[in-house]
């Protein structure tokens, strides 16, 4: 069964090192999945003003969603920022997650990869991460963990990995996320 991804990138910089580790992941996944990067940099920040009643909501949100809701899973590849989640994730986490009783979360099987050009490799912002996803009720793969070190040693000048062992372990949390998906997905 064809399944999609909605892939939320922590980071909103062009050359970010953990968007090319989602590219690079999509690349050598089985064909089955299929996967989208989900954009959050133009998600207003979450405000509850902006919504209920006869309130319209801002439009990025409802197809951001939309989007997610779309979607058979979702997988998070993220930055640490202090040790924690960006801010910009953190803001799509909970846009994502309202109105009450509608989150666009709720039940999709995910997975967590956190990815730092320090040698902690995210750990910080990935646990933090899986706090929240306790709460949203999404089933995370637990392993193998992905915590990806030093990433801006992986890459060569035209953006693609160069790193066997890294490519190894993308090939294999990658057949242990689509039998997750298959596991959990809804339908
Ligand atoms: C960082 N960085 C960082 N790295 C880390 O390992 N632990 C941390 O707590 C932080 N904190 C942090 C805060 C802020 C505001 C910035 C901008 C950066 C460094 C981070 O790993 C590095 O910038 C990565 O390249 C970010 O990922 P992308 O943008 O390449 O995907």
Same mark, same amino acid.
Request: one cysteine or more; aromatic letters at 10%.
């Given at each position: ?5 909605? %892939? ?20 050598? &996944?089985?064909?089955?999945?299929? $996967? ?13 003003? #902006? ?12 197809? $951001? ?21 960006? &801010? &910009? ?5 909970? %846009? ?36 929240? #996803?306790?709460? #949203? ?13 030093? &990433?801006?040693? #992986? ?13 190894? $372990? ?6 242990? $996320? ?10």
């Amino acid at each position: 069964t064809t399944r999609t991804v909605a %892939v939320i990138v922590g980071s909103l910089r062009k050359e970010s090192f953990n968007r090319k580790i989602a590219h690079a992941l999509a690349a050598v &996944a089985p064909s089955t999945l299929k $996967f989208e990067i989900v954009e959050i940099g133009d998600l207003p920040f979450y405000n509850q003003d #902006l919504e209920g009643g006869e309130i319209t909501p801002p439009a990025a949100w409802t197809a $951001f969603r939309k989007q997610v809701k779309a979607a058979d899973a979702v997988l998070f590849v993220t930055p640490e920022y202090n040790r924690s989640v960006p &801010a &910009a994730l953190k803001n799509a986490i909970d %846009v994502g997650s309202r109105p009450y009783g509608q989150s666009a979360w709720s039940g999709k099987p995910c997975g967590v990869i956190s990815s730092s050009i320090g040698a902690v490799g995210g750990f910080g912002a990935n646990h933090h991460l899986r706090q929240s #996803l306790v709460f #949203l009720d999404m089933p995370v793969l637990q392993q193998p963990e992905a915590y990806i070190g030093a &990433a801006d040693k #992986l890459f060569g000048a035209d953006g693609k990995l160069n790193n066997e062992g890294t490519a190894s $372990f993308l090939k294999k949390y990658a057949d242990a $996320f689509a039998a997750w998906v298959e596991t959990n997905a809804k339908g």
